[in-house]
């Protein structure tokens, strides 16, 4: 059963990037790893053998995991993406009427979400409130922080 995920171009390709660091870097050295402890004598009692091999199961998942959500993968086309309302991909400016400040998020999916960035997911809080609006929608969200309202400013891609 296959798990399609949504990602954009960026998105795909820093997780194309991660899998191939993981395979070319990470994985020789786990093996590595594993030959060193070998040479030190009795595996039955190697410590550090046990935890080489536990090392590597837990990459090996990793990349097992990776590549079925590459495999996965689509990307979102930002060309389709209708400015009249709020969808992912989209860059919303919100202003918090509270605070009379602007904010603009652009709206990604859980995957991509990076506060950093000021990528909000679309099944965040705020994120979720937003999809759907037009330019002058005002919403009230309920965030950690308590109930915010958001008046949409701009849509753009």
Partial sequence: MS???????????????????????????????IAEAREKGDLSEN????????AQGMLEMR??????VVGNAR????????TSKV?????????????????????????????????????SPIGSALLGKIVGDKVSVATPAGQMELEVLDISI
Avoid at 47 to 54: H, I, L, Q, V
Avoid at 63 to 68: D, G, H, N, P, T
């Fill in 3 to 33: 798990n399609v995920q949504y990602f954009t171009e960026e998105g795909l390709a820093k997780l194309k990037e991660e899998l191939s660091h993981l395979i070319s870097v990470e994985r020789p050295k786990a093996s590595a790893a």
């Fill in 47 to 54: 410590a550090e053998y046990d935890a080489a091999k536990e």
């Fill in 63 to 68: 990349i097992s995991k990776l590549q079925e």
């Fill in 75 to 82: 990307v979102l086309d930002k060309s389709k993406v209708d």
């Fill in 87 to 123: 969808s992912v991909l989209s860059k919303v400016k919100v202003m918090n009427v509270k605070m009379k400040k602007d904010v603009t998020y652009t709206l990604v999916t859980e995957s991509e979400a990076n506060l950093k960035e000021m990528k909000i997911s679309i099944k």
